[in-house]
Nanobody
Framework: QVQLVESGGGLVQAGGSLRLSCAAS????????MGWFRQAPGKEREFVCA????????YYPDSVKGRFAISRDNAKNAVYLQMNSLKPEDTAVYYC???????????????????WGQGTQVTVSS
């Protein structure tokens, strides 16, 4: 069982930056693939980025590539999302998610993840 707690959300002006953190419980954190997803009001949950357990390979959709960066610190059981050049369309609740093993072909699919945090609100004003 893995418990995830996000933090770091808030209100920021367009062009600004935020860093989200996700603290995870569990002794085998390093073997989990970790993902960030977001959901805006009235929209479906959207893949933001992910990082594999072994090797720490990062995955990004085009919508955030070059602006967002995911990283992990296995010693601290934590994963981070650095968000730069934020846009109003980045406004959403951001969720951290974990899955024990997941192939790269599926890492963007929210229904493949087993554990979810409660979410943290990110609001970008124009």
């Amino acid at each position: 069982q893995v418990q995830l707690v996000e933090s770091g959300g808030g209100l920021v002006q367009a062009g600004g930056s935020l860093r989200l953190s996700c603290a995870a419980s569990g002794r085998t954190f390093s073997s989990y693939a970790m993902g960030w997803f977001r959901q805006a009001p009235g929209k479906e949950r959207e893949f933001v980025c992910a990082i594999s357990g072994i090797g720490g390979r990062a995955y990004y959709p085009d919508s955030v590539k070059g602006r967002f960066a995911i990283s992990r610190d296995n010693a601290k059981n934590a994963v981070y999302l650095q968000m730069n050049s934020l846009k109003p369309e980045d406004t959403a609740v951001y969720y951290c998610a974990a899955v024990r093993t997941l192939g790269s072909a599926y890492i963007h699919q929210s229904d493949k993840y087993d554990y979810w945090g409660q979410g943290t609100q990110v609001t970008v004003s124009s």
